[in-house]
Nanobody
């Protein structure tokens, strides 16, 4: 089974930056696409960013384009989310996700981390 563990969340002032990390463990065969989702209190979980196996393709939600950057290091079985110019509306629990698929979107993600809290103060 694929296991995902996030880290790097915390409290930051608006305009600041955070870097989230997600590390995979266990069997990782056929796990290609990885992504970040977030869920704010009272809101549905939403897609934030995704990246293909090689890292050659990325996709971002419109709300974070130009501010967030997703990357991965397959040698470390890790994916990262660099978050710059953070806004209070970015406050949410951020989840790392993975799936046995080559596509970033258009499918469900089957593997999820426990989430890490990101709080942006104004």
């Amino acid at each position: 089974q694929v296991q995902l563990v996030e880290s790097g969340g915390g409290l930051v002032q608006a305009g600041g930056s955070l870097r989230l990390s997600c590390t995979r463990s266990g069997r990782t065969f056929n796990v290609y696409v990885m992504g970040w989702f977030r869920q704010a209190p009272g809101k549905e979980r939403e897609f934030v960013a995704g990246i293909t196996l090689s890292g050659s393709s990325t996709y971002y939600a419109d709300s974070v384009k130009g501010r967030f950057t997703i990357s991965r290091d397959n040698a470390k079985n890790s994916v990262y989310l660099q978050m710059d110019s953070l806004k209070p509306e970015d406050t949410a629990i951020y989840y790392c996700a993975a799936d046995k698929d080559y596509r970033i979107y258009g499918h469900a993600y089957d593997y999820w981390g426990q989430g890490t809290q990101v709080t942006v103060s104004s």
